[in-house]
């Protein structure tokens, strides 16, 4: 039986939410296809990002960042700033997987820097966590406690816990 592709996405995200990221990436490559031949590039690249999201969390990083590489490039187009961060999100998370840190860091500082343009703080504060732990890493101290104290910032309601973190980073090392 042919699918549909929304009925592929559906079965990919019901597979996504119940651990099984192999099957979701499988289902999320047929919507992708399936888009792409009814020519609807938004739903496509949607697809190819939840694709890659899949495939990162199978341990597949490459090919999480092929799925990804140009997705950025379809939302630009179309105006929607919140997806093209996440793309650069997705294409950072890829990356940093890979080992390849610079590229990571300037893909998370383009992801929120848009995240912050579409108000999205809360996103905004995931990809600023996402930044310092790979500074954090590099032994980058100042850097990574600008990158906290940025991502508690952007938090639109910070938890008790969250506002004393961004208390305790106001005293720089």
Do not use: C
């Not at 979701?24 to 690249?45: I, K």
């Not at 905004?124 to 954090?136: G, P």
């Amino acid at each position: 039986m042919n699918k549909e592709p929304h009925q592929w996405e559906t079965e990919g995200k019901r597979a996504f939410a119940s651990g099984r990221y192999a099957e979701a990436a499988d289902a999320f490559r047929e919507a992708s296809r399936g888009f792409t031949l009814g020519r609807d590039g938004l739903h496509a690249a949607e697809s190819d990002n939840n694709l890659s999201v899949s495939l990162l969390k199978a341990n597949q990083p490459q090919k999480a960042l092929d799925a990804a590489s140009g997705t950025d490039k379809t939302f630009e187009a179309a105006g929607d700033v919140k997806k093209q961060a996440m793309a650069f999100g997705n294409q950072a998370a890829a990356l940093d997987a890979l080992k390849r840190t610079e590229q990571a860091l300037n893909l998370y500082d383009r992801a929120a820097s848009l995240f912050a343009d579409a108000g999205e703080g809360d996103l905004r504060s995931l990809v600023l966590q996402s930044a310092a732990a790979i500074r954090l890493k590099q032994g980058k101290l100042t850097d990574t406690a600008m990158d906290m104290l940025g991502s508690l910032s952007a938090v639109e309601k910070p938890s008790l816990t969250q506002r004393f973190l961004k208390f305790l980073l106001r005293f720089k090392p």
